[in-house]
Structure formats: structure tokens, C-alpha cells
């Protein structure tokens, strides 16, 4: 499975990951690395070619991140951007200094020479600029392959050394050019030749499972989210019924997803599938708790409790699997571990979970591990698992405990599954789905006074919630079209018993959260 390898070198830039993403988009398989990784780690990795990301600091701040001049002599071609093209005129003699205009959006940028960087753009292009510093002085040795109106080096560029930098982001899609600068850095200088190809993954992935599981078996935990799913796919593919999936039903997902769920890996997969239905015990144990953190609490205490239990009742040795994927591996810190095998941790959505002392298996094995969810979703796809699965929405590790404010009841979450489906057919029906990252419909712990026919009545409110974002830190409410919200209050009202009024959320985050706990 060895690819050529970019490695991006991270100097602390919100954008970090979106270069990583932009150069796998390329077909060139690369790995974030901390800018502090000795010079000697990232040799023996053999890279193709090195970005360096943007950063908050400024270069002459001492607590800043620096690098040693020598990584410049290795021979490998170098990309500075933003950040990194300031520390690259820095650390080889060039001066940098406070802009008296920064600038910041979108600006353009006319090249100078016929640059690698800039082959088959035109001589003026967009780009997004962020910066508070410029370079006044390049390096020597350096020329100057593009400028803008208040920032004299908006590139440059040492031909002999292969060392490229821009001052703005190519990776962000506001850069017009953005990822053809990346490919001509990538193809045209650094001579990569696009290796990194989901159709080889599955099939390379695949044979090493074999090769590894050989006649053990193998035990998943499924939740129905997109990466225990893929991962599920390509366990089965590789080594079928010596995999066993373990699906714990708290009772507390979207209505039918439990049985969608299970007919989907069972129809679908040579695997044994084994669902936990625990619904009752759940409701027991969150009898009368309010409070939400106390809820997720007893939640996921109670899921791995009733996990572990049944992993001991199958027996334990052989491997343990998860669907854990390249970015959960970064945000642990085990960025640079591909293909090692990891501590025992599960992934949950904010930490992690240790495997209990008493169950011990031979190994943990991680096949999403290098993989950007975009990428999860592709191979997802070509495994043939349905697009309701593969194209799933976030939806928490608490599920709908999180969206029944108050006590959860079994009358509770009857009422949210039969609102939330409504919510969901009609939105499907309305043509408007691609455009919401995530929506769904909450029940807040409040009744309201309304009249049906001759009659009032005391009942239920439902709201509803839907969200464009891009990464889910921010997020603005979706502008659904009213006759859409129409439909979907009258067909609540009419069908789900119990319910006699809904609500639109029209709150961002911030000031308030994507979930209502
Ligand atoms: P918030 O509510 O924090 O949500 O704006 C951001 C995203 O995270 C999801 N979310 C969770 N996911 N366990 C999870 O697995 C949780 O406890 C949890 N809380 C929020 C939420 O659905 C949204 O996509």
C-alpha cells in the first residue's frame, strides 16, 4: 500500500486539513505532519514534496513556530503558504514586515514570469488573501512570480530549489485558480504521478485485511453512521463471516433506522449481524433525568455497558475493529501512526473510550484510517452500501435523547420519530435536501393551549431545526421556503397524536448550538 507521499507541515492554520483535502482531491495521498517533527522523521518518510500551511503568528514573534534552514537543502520542493511563505523568505534571508493595508477576501493577483505555479492560469486571477505581515524583501535567489495592488510578493519563487510560496490560500474555493496552483505545484514541480485512487484503496485495503485478520475473526461495533458503516463494508468484503457487527439499539435513533439498519447489512453483507435492542432498559435508567449532560452521560455509559456485555457473551480474542478516520486521528494527536496498530481506544464524538482490562483481543484494527470523510463516502459508495447511509447526516451519539428536552418517555419519543419523519418526506419531496446539512425536529418540554374543532386542547409543540454549514462551528439557519413549512406543519398537526403546534428555529451558531441540548 505505499504511495507517493505530499506531506503538509502544520503551522497551526484554521485550513490545515482543507490543503490535506485538496491534495488527496488531486490523487496524491498526503499526511499532516506538526511543524515541530524532526528533519530527520520527515526524510526517512521519503516526501515528494512538503507544504507549509498558513499560521496566527507573525515570524519575528520568538514563540512563534520556526524550522531549520536545512529543510530547504533536502532537495524536496517546498509550497509556503500564507504563513509558511512568510517563514520561507524569513529563514532564507528575506525580510518580512506589518503591512501598513492589510488585506484580507478576495484579491487580484497579476503574475509576472511563466511560473510552474501559475501554468494555464490567466495573467489576472482571484485570490483569497489573509494577512497582516508581507514579505518586503525576497530571499536571494528568489524572483517574484506574482503581485497584487498593496502586496508587492504575492509569490515567489526559487526555480533551481524548487521552492514555491504564496501569500494567499490556493486551497480555499474563493481562490479561483486555487487547485489548478495546487496541481501544477504537485504535477509540474514536485512530479507526482496520482496514485492515490479509491478503486486501488478498497482493492489494496482488502488484501492487507486478509493478510492481517487471516482465519480470526473480527468484531465492529455498527451505530448506522457513515464510517462504522463503510468500514463494516469493507470488513465483510475482506473477510465475510469471521466479521461480526455488533449493533446496540438504544431505541432512541430516527423512526425505522434500527430496522433500516439491520436489513441493510443483513440483506446486503456476508457478515454475522447481531442487534442489541435495549430500548426498555435505556428508559430506565434515564427515568426521570432533566438534566442534559446528565443524559448523554447515562447514555454512553450505558451503550458501552451493554457493548462490552455482549463482546464477553461472544467471546473475546480475535481483532477489534472501528470505523476511527483521518481526522479523528489528527484531533487525538496520533496524526503520524497510518497502518500501526493504535492503543485500544474507541471513537466516540469528543474522546475516547478504553477497551475494558478484562476483555483482551489480538489486535485493533483501523481500515478508515487514512481517509478524509469524503473520501469515507466514495469508497462507501463504490462497496454498493445505500446512499441513505453513505450520505447520512450528523446525528449524535445521544440521538434523539439529546432532541426530547426534559424526562425522555416512551410516549416522547414516539411523538419526535412520527414529527421528525414527516419533516423528513417532505423535505425530501421538496427538491431542497442537498442544500441542508443537517435538520431535524426537536420536542421541547412544553405543551401549548390550541382548539380542534369545538375543543381545546393542551398538547405538545414540536420545533423544527434545519442548518447550512460548512464544518458545523458556524452555522446559519436554512431559508426553507414557507409553502415547504406549511406542508410540514399541517401534515405534524394532522397526523402525529398529541401535537397541536410547530415552530421554526431561526437561530444561528452562534449565539446558540446546532442541537437544542
Ligand atoms: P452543536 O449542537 O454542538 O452540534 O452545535 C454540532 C454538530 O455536532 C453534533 N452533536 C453531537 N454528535 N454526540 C455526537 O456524536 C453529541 O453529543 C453531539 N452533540 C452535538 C450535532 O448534531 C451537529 O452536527
Not at 478498497?202 to 475473526?217: C, D, Q, W, Y
Not at 448506522?224 to 431505541?251: E, I, K, P
Not at 380542534?452 to 398538547?459: I, K, N
Not at 460548512?470 to 394532522?494: G, H, K, Q, Y
Request: aromatic share 10%.
Amino acid at each position: 500500500m505505499k504511495h507517493q507521499l505530499c506531506i503538509v507541515l502544520d503551522f497551526g492554520g484554521q485550513y490545515n486539513q482543507l490543503i490535506a483535502r485538496r491534495v488527496r482531491e488531486c490523487g496524491v495521498y498526503c499526511e499532516i505532519l506538526s511543524c515541530n517533527t524532526p528533519i530527520e522523521e520527515i526524510k526517512a518518510l521519503n516526501p515528494s514534496g512538503i507544504i507549509f500551511t498558513g499560521g496566527p503568528n507573525s515570524v519575528y514573534d520568538e514563540s512563534s513556530p520556526h524550522i531549520p534552514r536545512e529543510i530547504f537543502g533536502l532537495g524536496i520542493p517546498i509550497l509556503g503558504i500564507c504563513y509558511g511563505c512568510q517563514l520561507m523568505a524569513y529563514t532564507l534571508g528575506g525580510q518580512v514586515e506589518s503591512c501598513t493595508k492589510s488585506e484580507y477576501g478576495k484579491i487580484e493577483i497579476s503574475s509576472v514570469n511563466d511560473s510552474l505555479l501559475f501554468r494555464e492560469i490567466p495573467q489576472k486571477s482571484v485570490v483569497w488573501m489573509s494577512h497582516t505581515d508581507y514579505i518586503s524583501h525576497i530571499p536571494d535567489g528568489f524572483a517574484v512570480s506574482a503581485y497584487s495592488p498593496d502586496c508587492p510578493c504575492a509569490a515567489m519563487e526559487n526555480y533551481e530549489k524548487k521552492l514555491y510560496a504564496v501569500q494567499f490560500h490556493p486551497e480555499v474555493t474563493h481562490s479561483e485558480y486555487g487547485k489548478q496552483m495546487l496541481r501544477n505545484f504537485l504535477f509540474e514541480v514536485c512530479g507526482f504521478c496520482g496514485d492515490w485512487i479509491v478503486d486501488d484503496y478498497i482493492e489494496n485495503t482488502v488484501a492487507a485485511l486478509r493478510k492481517k485478520i487471516g482465519n480470526k475473526k473480527v468484531v465492529l461495533g455498527l451505530s448506522g453512521g457513515v464510517d462504522s458503516s463503510v468500514a463494516a463494508g469493507l470488513l465483510s468484503r475482506a473477510v465475510g463471516n469471521q466479521l461480526t457487527c455488533v449493533f446496540v439499539d438504544q431505541g432512541l435513533m430516527r423512526k425505522d433506522e434500527g430496522d433500516f439498519v439491520e436489513e441493510t447489512f443483513t440483506r446486503l453483507f456476508d457478515m454475522n449481524f447481531i442487534r442489541v435492542n435495549c430500548r426498555m432498559q435505556f428508559l430506565d435508567k434515564l427515568k426521570g433525568v432533566t438534566d442534559p449532560e446528565e443524559k448523554r452521560k447515562i447514555i454512553g455509559t450505558e451503550f458501552y455497558r451493554v457493548f462490552w456485555d455482549k463482546i464477553r457473551q461472544e467471546g473475546d480474542g480475535g481483532f477489534f475493529a472501528q470505523g476511527t478516520i483521518y481526522p479523528d486521528r489528527i484531533e487525538s494527536g496520533r496524526g503520524n501512526e497510518s497502518g500501526k496498530d493504535s492503543t485500544a481506544t474507541i471513537k466516540t464524538h469528543h474522546n475516547q473510550v478504553g477497551v475494558p482490562e478484562d476483555i483482551s483481543f489480538d489486535g485493533i484494527i483501523e481500515p478508515l484510517a487514512d481517509l478524509f470523510k469524503d473520501e469515507v463516502r466514495m469508497v462507501g459508495e463504490k462497496l454498493g452500501i445505500p446512499r441513505e447511509l453513505v450520505w447520512r447526516q450528523p446525528f449524535p451519539g445521544p440521538g434523539l435523547g439529546v432532541r426530547i428536552i426534559g424526562e425522555i418517555t416512551e410516549e416522547k419519543i414516539r411523538i419526535l420519530q412520527d414529527a421528525d419523519a414527516v419533516f423528513r418526506d417532505e423535505i425530501s419531496k421538496s427538491g431542497i435536501e442537498s442544500e441542508l446539512k443537517q435538520f431535524f425536529a426537536v420536542l421541547p418540554d412544553v405543551r401549548t393551549v390550541g382548539v380542534m374543532g369545538d375543543h381545546r386542547t393542551y398538547e405538545h409543540l414540536i420545533a423544527l431545526r434545519a442548518v447550512t454549514t460548512d464544518d458545523f462551528m458556524t452555522c446559519d439557519w436554512a431559508r426553507i421556503p414557507f409553502d415547504v413549512l406549511e406542508r410540514v406543519s399541517s401534515r405534524i398537526t394532522n397526523e402525529v397524536p398529541d401535537v397541536n403546534r410547530v415552530v421554526y428555529d431561526i437561530t444561528s451558531k452562534p449565539p446558540a448550538t446546532v442541537e437544542w441540548e
